[in-house]
């Protein structure tokens, strides 16, 4: 039954380095990773993970035995790369490792450097844990651990969420929600609508839009907790919204040049966000009714407005 498990695992994890011709040119990790492609893979280390398990999340919040049985079951290469290079939850194993750092899909670079730095952790010479992230050079594995990044500096500011209106009302909870709701959804439209995405770090590009719209979200509200509102009045509104009426128009007639230096940036694009951030605006009006009552709808929708009217022309800043 062991012999069994080992050859399934195997053949699960099978390296597509033994598929390529032998006539075709190699890279030179290539040449190295043959040498580790048959180090075999302990069948007790597999375990039962369960289905649709995140062997990277269970990774980051150190679980390591159900990051690793889960990484087996899903084939994450990466995760099990960093766990037997850094003898997390298994005993330490370098050639292992170095089988899943061939493995996992990388750009020549990234694997050449995963093998360069497990040397330098087999002789000693680096002692600090290893991560997937230390040796990337491709905008795809640049998007990918930005996106990691903010998985996990979500999850902090989600604390600190959850603290904030541990004192709140029902009905001011439920307020928040709605709001952070139509946030997410505005949010996602910025970073995929009105980024450009041009280049192969679009994913870290995205990832960043969507960072920086959420980390100034709670800073605002923990602001607003301390008393702290926003410099506008309810009769700024009149001035701001026509204010955005007129940059909006403009911003769409420059993107409908076709010789605009926008990248994948569009009016169509700019459309749906703006139809998503009138939701948001209404959702941020209704909770800011529940939380802070004494502060006028149209003070809200002034602070609200100028800032995206300054957003819009971030689009078409030169």
Known sequence: MRNSVIVAIGLLLSNPLLAAPADEPQWPHEVECRKWANVPIPARDAGNAPQQCDAQALYDRRDFAAARQCAYREHDKGVLMMLYANGEGVVRNIPLAKRFACEFESAPAEVSGRLEHLDAIASGKDRKPMDICDDITSGMMIGYCATREGDAMRAQRETRWTSLQSSWSPAQRGA????????????????REETDMSGTARGMMAENAYDALDKALLADVEH???GKFPNARAQDFAVADRTLNITYKKVLARLAKSDGPYGTVTADGVRTTQRLWLGYRDAWVRFAAARYPAVPADAWRAWLTRDRNGALLDIISD
Do not use: C, P, Q
């Not at 928040?176 to 970073?191: C, G, I, N, P, Q």
């Open 176 to 191: 928040l929600a709605e709001m952070r709701k139509a946030a997410k959804t505005y949010f996602d439209s910025v970073s």
């Open 224 to 226: 607003f907790e301390h």
